[in-house]
């Protein structure tokens, strides 16, 4: 492929992308409120892109090995137990963030 029709599909993909995202913003401008049926499932989204973002660092790939996974995966594990217990995001970046620290210092 030449670099004239790789650019041409990076911009094409760019625009579709950009109209795809925009349409939301521009319906949403459009109308007063969320109807019923599409604000129910829009509030897992938020918690379901958390988890596409964090579980791949705690469970890893195919491309790490094993004994990195292991103080990641406890970390998280106990951060989970704390935000869940506490509700609270500082208390659980701090113990995660400790919890990482004292695992990866043994």
């Known amino acids: ?11 094409v993909i760019g625009v579709l992308t950009f109209a795809f995202r925009h349409s939301f913003v521009y319906l949403f ?6 109807p019923p049926r599409l604000r129910a499932p ?6 379901a892109v ?7 660092a705690l469970v ?5 090995a094993g004994p990195v ?6 970390a998280g594990a106990l951060a989970a137990v704390v935000a869940w217990r506490t509700r609270n995001t ?17």
């Open 1 to 11: 492929m030449n670099d004239t029709i790789v650019w041409a599909v990076v911009v």
């Open 29 to 34: 401008e459009r109308i007063d409120t969320v």
């Open 42 to 47: 829009l509030r897992y989204v938020p918690p």
């Open 50 to 56: 958390l988890a596409a973002l964090v579980a791949p």
């Open 60 to 64: 890893g790939s195919p491309l790490v």
């Open 69 to 74: 996974l292991i103080p990641r995966t406890v």
């Open 90 to 106: 500082a208390a659980t970046l701090v113990a995660g963030m400790i919890g990482l620290w004292a695992l990866t210092a043994l």
